[in-house]
């Protein structure tokens, strides 16, 4: 897995096999951030906008597509590449799926009629679809932004979310829409817990008590630990410790930060605590990550 910290924001790249990747991108700044990638004409691009607001460029800025968020762009011509120029908002966060036209072909049987551009008469055409992300979908971009595993396995993990998001996307049945946990079929609860991680986001360094982010959201304390936990595969607080960490180690590679400047931002009032955690989280201290940086 290729993990770049550009200047405004984070990027990903998880090579699932030959010919087939996952892009997570998130821009969690105030600026517009720019993300560009060769694709050349081979590949079927999948495009799924979680928040904010995406732009793709085509032919040197002559041709634009707008994904906002909880919507979807599917893109694809066998006559043209079609590279990554991609203008991301501020507050945005993307997942896309790029895979060879050969591999995606594999993995549908020759009965799977009903996907437009399948068919010999369209194999050798453009194609491009845009629409909204269903709850269930929703959920897997959700799990795949967010996973806390471990990270021998986390390619694994993506590789199987991957294969549930593009069966997901194809499934055209009127019962598409039924999830696994019928609480996160209901598009509220998912907005409402979606509201309660932005929440624990914004106020990290004193966030509420379970009780007091449940009340703020009008969910029940079980409904918010039950749905935090479907949404984003980890509890409030283990979530809330994982994002205070990256958001930690983001600020000290900057060199614009000491220890407790860092450790104060994301709510540890003495140094040594930080270090705990972050010796925890990492299993080394800030300052030799830092210098192991240097070398």
């Not at 200047?7 to 600026?31: C, M, P, R, W």
């Not at 079927?44 to 634009?64: D, M, P, S, T």
């Amino acid at each position: 897995m290729e993990v770049k910290n550009v200047a405004q924001g984070s990027y990903q790249e998880v090579l699932i096999e030959d010919g087939f990747y996952v892009l997570k991108i998130q821009n969690d700044t105030a600026h517009m951030q720019k993300v560009t990638r060769d694709i050349n004409s081979s590949f079927i691009q999948f495009h799924f906008c979680l928040k904010g607001n995406a732009k793709f460029v085509f032919n040197e800025g002559r041709y634009a597509l707008e994904v906002s968020e909880e919507n979807s762009l599917l893109l694809y011509n066998t006559q043209l590449d079609l590279p990554l120029n991609l203008e991301l908002n501020p507050n945005s966060w993307l997942v896309s799926v790029v895979m060879t036209i050969r591999k995606f072909h594999s993995l549908f049987s020759k009965e799977a009629d009903y996907i437009p551009f399948l068919g010999p008469e369209s194999k050798d055409k453009k194609y491009y679809s845009q629409e909204g992300v269903s709850p269930a979908i929703a959920v897997i971009l959700s799990q795949m932004m967010n996973y806390n595993l471990h990270p021998s396995i986390k390619e694994l993990y993506i590789k199987g979310k991957v294969y549930e998001l593009i069966s997901l996307y194809f499934n055209k049945s009127t019962d598409a829409d039924i999830e696994q946990c019928p609480f996160l079929a209901d598009e509220d609860n998912v907005r409402r817990i979606r509201q309660a991680k932005e929440i624990m986001i914004s106020r990290m360094a004193e966030p509420p008590t379970l009780s007091e982010l449940a009340e703020e959201i009008g969910l029940s304390l079980k409904k918010l630990k039950e749905g935090f936990k479907q949404l984003y595969g980890d509890s409030v607080f283990s979530f809330l410790f994982d994002y205070k960490m990256e958001y930690a180690r983001k600020m000290l590679e900057t060199g614009q930060h000491n220890v407790n400047e860092v450790g104060l931002k994301v709510g540890y009032s003495t140094s040594s605590h930080f270090i705990a955690a972050f010796k925890k989280k990492y299993g080394t201290t800030p300052k030799k990550y830092l210098m192991g940086l240097a070398n």
